[in-house]
T-cell receptor, first 114, second 112 residues
Framework: QKEVEQDPGPLSVPEGAIVSLNCTYS??????FMWYRQYSRKGPELLMY????GNKEDGRFTAQVDKSSKYISLFIRDSQPSDSATYLC??????????????FGQGTILTVHP | NAGVTQTPKFQVLKTGQSMTLQCAQD?????MSWYRQDPGMGLRLIHY???????DQGEVPNGYNVSRSTTEDFPLRLLSAAPSQTSVYFC???????????FGPGTRLTVL
């Protein structure tokens, strides 16, 4: 079983839809949770990050972390064609034996069509 | 402030050739790392460094060497390229280990 599971999609939605992207994980030591957006043939770009449980909102994007369920989500409101990209969840344990490395999900391919 | 830069953007090698992928950051970050990204495999950690003079192996280190003589630079060396090393390589940095990492634009490497 992978430490981080993410549905690879692909996910196709109409413009204006609410998009929900999710990851589950098995390592209870993870403390930092991130979402990256990666456009085709580009590097991953940090979208949002949260520390421990809770919600964080930034414009049309909301990140949620539920550590009790080992589940994180990214919501995109009023989705736009420019949101079409691969979305990667990532998480890290700052201590322990992992030396702070990020563990990534497989990425979900999202297409928002006009 | 350029962030994380990588050169070259593209490279084609023949089996057995060696080369160095360059990575530099201007954010004074202590932690730097190299990933490779392959279809269906996600991002996999090759090597990482927690500061100048300190490096360690990640998940897939075989066939790669790194060094960190300065805070800014973290080159990745392919010793004897193999077709299995065809991939997209990303360098990333963060202020300290375990925190948010910032990625470079990537190097697309093809080994024939």
């Amino acid at each position: 079983q992978k430490e981080v599971e993410q549905d690879p999609g692909p996910l196709s939605v109409p413009e204006g839809a609410i998009v929900s992207l999710n990851c589950t994980y098995s390592n209870s030591a993870f403390q930092y949770f991130m979402w990256y957006r990666q456009y085709s043939r580009k590097g991953p770009e940090l979208l949002m990050y949260t520390y421990s449980s809770g919600n964080k909102e930034d414009g049309r994007f909301t990140a949620q972390v539920d550590k009790s369920s080992k589940y994180i989500s990214l919501f995109i409101r009023d989705s736009q064609p420019s949101d079409s990209a691969t979305y990667l969840c990532a998480m890290s344990d700052p201590g322990g034996t992992s030396y702070g490395k990020l563990t990534f999900g497989q990425g979900t391919i999202l297409t928002v069509h006009p | 402030n350029a962030g994380v830069t990588q050169t070259p953007k593209f490279q084609v090698l023949k089996t057995g050739q060696s080369m160095t992928l360059q990575c530099a950051q201007d954010m004074n970050h202590e932690y730097m790392s190299w990933y490779r990204q392959d279809p269906g495999m996600g991002l996999r950690l090759i090597h990482y460094s927690v500061g100048a003079g300190i490096t360690d192996q990640g998940e897939v280190p075989n066939g790669y060497n790194v060094s960190r003589s300065t805070t800014e630079d973290f080159p990745l060396r392919l010793l004897s390229a193999a077709p299995s090393q065809t991939s997209v390589y990303f360098c990333a940095s963060s202020l300290t280990s375990g925190r948010v990492q910032y990625f470079g634009p990537g190097t697309r490497l093809t080994v024939l």
